[in-house]
């Protein structure tokens, strides 16, 4: 495959313009692309563990909506509950998880997933620079198992990649905003 990821993603990607720009226009793009249920964004500032879920597209409304705004304080025991967020926080390979009900419970811990997110199978995205973890990219599908194939595995990459800079611009200008305290 010439181009690692399809043209309407590259032309966002490539677009020059602020990260809420591309943000709201990758993540429902990405979801048609990758044809799943839902996809959302959850960027952190990785000095106070703060963060928030400012973009999630759904294919429709049966999915849930985790779209959240505010920024909270990461619970302290999160990291002990979800492997996926403590492989996440020391800035492991993105995880992609075909199905939750049969994963490996050292990588995903079913009952907290089906708790928290509900989802099936999922990709556990991470945005990570200078060995900090500024975000997560999670596209995920409710219902049935997935097999990621090496094209998603490509496109995932390829955004991930892409998607960095962006997150780590988004929180830095947000500074200000983000409180001290969750």
Known sequence: MNNPIPP?????????????????ALVPALGEVLQCDRIFLYLRDPHTSIGKVP??????QEYPNILDADWKK???SLP??????????????????EDVETANPEVVNKAFEQKEFGHRALVHAHLCKDNLLWGILQPCVFGQPRVWTPEDRSIMTTVTEKLTPLAVAYILAA?????TKG
């Open 55 to 60: 973009y999630c597209w759904r294919r429709t």
């Open 80 to 97: 002990k509950e979800d492997p996926l967020f403590a492989a996440a926080l020391h800035t492991k390979p993105s995880v992609f998880v």
């Open 8 to 24: 309407v993603l590259d032309k966002i990607l490539s677009h020059d313009s602020t990260p809420d720009a591309v943000f709201s």
């Open 175 to 179: 500074k200000s905003s983000i409180p």
């Open 74 to 76: 990461e619970p302290e």
